[in-house]
């Protein structure tokens, strides 16, 4: 290809890039905005602003608070419940907590946990816990749902003590 169909292409395509965006004109009459032609429906609408954004947004701090989508009583039980087992990775934004192996007091198996607080709410179904022991077998679900219940009672200890009933 020669440099003059090179350098066509090249316009052409820039061309099309801009023309699909930038450059808008407000072609809003009153029949956009519910007003006209006699209808029964009559508002008035005010046009949203835009902000104009760019790619170097990506890079700038952000003043921004992040808002956590979990419940501090239940994660905070979670912790303290199962302080026996070593951490391995917190991650409050998304609510999961999982832990290495390790054996409760008084107990002869060693159990490892992920914990999953999916909601804000002091509810059961706000915690979902998933226990596996080291030779690989599953852990009874009576023992899974010990640990929740423990996890939940202490949660509910928690928010009494700080006086939000």
């Known amino acids: ?7 066509s292409i090249s316009v052409l395509a820039l061309t099309a890039l801009t023309a699909c965006g930038g450059f808008r004109q407000n072609s809003q009459s ?6 006209g032609q006699g209808g029964d429906t009559t508002f008035t609408a005010t046009p949203v602003q835009e902000r104009e954004t760019t790619i170097w947004e990506i890079f700038a701090p952000s003043n921004e608070e992040v808002e956590l989508k979990v419940n501090k ?3 905070t039980a979670s912790l303290e419940t199962l302080d ?6 917190v991650d409050p934004f998304s609510g999961v907590i999982t832990t290495g192996y390790g054996t409760p007091p008084g107990g002869g198996q060693s159990y490892r946990a992920t914990i999953f607080v999916r909601d804000p709410a002091l509810d059961a179904r706000s915690l979902h816990v998933a226990m596996q022991r080291r030779n690989g077998r599953a852990v009874p679900d009576s023992t899974v749902r010990a640990v ?4 939940l009672a202490r949660a509910r200890q928690l928010r009494i003590r700080d006086g939000r009933f």
């Not at 009153?30 to 007003?35: E, F, I, L, P, T």
């Not at 929740?148 to 996890?151: C, G, N, P, R, V």
């Open 30 to 35: 009153a029949d956009d905005y519910g007003q």
């Open 148 to 151: 929740e219940d423990a996890i």
């Open 73 to 75: 009583y239940i994660w």
């Open 1 to 7: 290809m020669n440099s003059v169909a090179r350098f």
């Open 84 to 89: 026996f087992l070593p951490i391995e990775s």
